[in-house]
Nanobody
Framework: VQLQACGGGLVQPGGSLRLSCAASGRTISSNTMGWFRQAPGKEREFVGVSFRGSRLYYSDSVKGRFTVSRDSAKNTVYLQMNSLKPEDTAVYYC???????????????????WGQGTLVTVSS
């Protein structure tokens, strides 16, 4: 599976961005697609996930502001980010997991494939 993430860029605080992650080589339809991020000098952290094609979960830091969605016809998952804050600045990664159980969705070790990352900078 290859994952191609895009959509990052520079945005002002309070603004919005939508990240895309296009998958090739395998369908995402019933599998788990997650988003993680890594800020400078920090460890990679969980952002949100579409678990087995349906259920959505988010970290507390983005809940209510970010939304994960997927388009199975395009084999693509999205991360809509609203009300962005400077602390959201990070490289964002999408990830694919075919064997995840619910208790593991927050751990990057459970994902099989990763995109290359796309940089989001929130700054005035």
């Amino acid at each position: 599976v290859q994952l191609q993430a895009c959509g990052g860029g520079l945005v002002q605080p309070g603004g919005s961005l939508r990240l895309s992650c296009a998958a090739s080589g395998r369908t995402i339809s019933s599998n788990t697609m997650g988003w993680f991020r890594q800020a400078p000098g920090k460890e990679r952290e969980f952002v949100g996930v579409s678990f087995r094609g349906s259920r959505l979960y988010y970290s507390d830091s983005v809940k209510g502001r970010f939304t994960v969605s997927r388009d199975s016809a395009k084999n693509t998952v999205y991360l809509q980010m609203n009300s962005l804050k400077p602390e959201d600045t990070a490289v964002y990664y999408c990830a694919y997991g075919s064997r995840l159980i619910l208790s593991n969705i927050y751990n990057q070790e459970g994902y099989d494939y990763w995109g290359q990352g796309t940089l989001v900078t929130v700054s005035s």
